[in-house]
C-alpha cells in the first residue's frame, strides 16, 4: 500500500518548509508534486520534481525550491518570501509521468495545513 505523508513549518524569516514521506514505493522513478488548495478554491499546481528535473507554478517561481532524499524516499518544498496566500492546505501527489494536472496524479496524501502570521 502506498501511502504519502505531509508535514509542514513555518520557519522564522518567512519561509515555510513542508516535506512528504513516501512508504509502499520508491520515488526515485516517480514524479512527486505538490498541490495547494485554499478554502473554497480549486486545487493548483504548486511545484514538482522527477530524477533531477523541477517544475514550478508562476506565482511561486523565484521563491520556491523543490527538492528529493531518494534514500528517506522524501520530498521537501520551501516557499520564501511568504504571502498570505500561501496560507493554505498542501498536498503531496504521485504520479507514473511528468504532469501538473490533478488527473495524472495516482496516490495522494491527506495534506497539511499551513498557517501564515500576518
Known amino acids: 500500500q502506498v501511502q504519502l505523508v505531509e508535514s509542514g513549518v513555518v520557519q522564522a524569516g518567512g519561509s515555510l518548509r513542508v516535506s512528504c514521506t513516501v512508504s509502499?514505493?520508491?520515488?526515485?522513478?516517480?514524479?512527486i508534486s505538490w498541490f495547494r488548495q485554499g478554502p473554497g478554491q480549486d486545487r493548483f499546481f504548486v511545484a514538482g520534481i522527477r530524477w533531477s528535473a523541477t517544475y514550478y507554478a508562476d506565482f511561486v517561481t523565484g521563491r520556491s525550491n523543490i527538492s528529493k532524499e531518494d534514500k528517506e524516499n522524501t520530498v521537501y518544498l520551501q516557499i520564501d518570501s511568504l504571502r498570505f496566500e500561501d496560507t493554505t492546505v498542501y498536498y503531496c501527489a504521485m504520479s507514473n509521468r511528468v504532469s501538473t494536472q490533478e488527473d495524472a496524479m495516482v496516490y495522494w496524501g491527506k495534506g497539511t495545513a499551513v498557517t501564515v502570521s500576518s
Open positions: 509502499g514505493r520508491a520515488i526515485e522513478h516517480a514524479m
